[in-house]
């Protein structure tokens, strides 16, 4: 997969999320992919001080971005 491939793919995995991120009054946008193993994004709005941010880090926008682009081990909040 290429760069532009890939970072397109990590794209439209956010815009999956963002719908549900913008609910709650936050939002997410991506930052950088290093390596090509590990997404840096960064939460924003309500997210930042969210006590749950990193469970949705975890449990939503890393399994949504894996189902797009497997070869990502790790998503980060910077």
């Not at 939002?27 to 590990?38: E, G």
């Amino acid at each position: 997969m290429t760069e532009k491939t890939l970072k397109a793919n990590i794209e439209k995995a956010l815009e999956e999320i963002r719908p549900f991120l913008q609910n709650d009054g936050g939002d997410i946008s991506l930052v950088s992919i290093d390596d090509s193993k590990t997404v840096k994004v960064r939460l924003e709005g309500a997210c930042t001080n969210c006590s749950v941010n990193q469970m949705t880090l975890k449990s939503g926008v890393e399994m949504t971005i894996k189902k797009y682009a497997p070869q990502i081990e790790t998503v980060v909040n910077v």
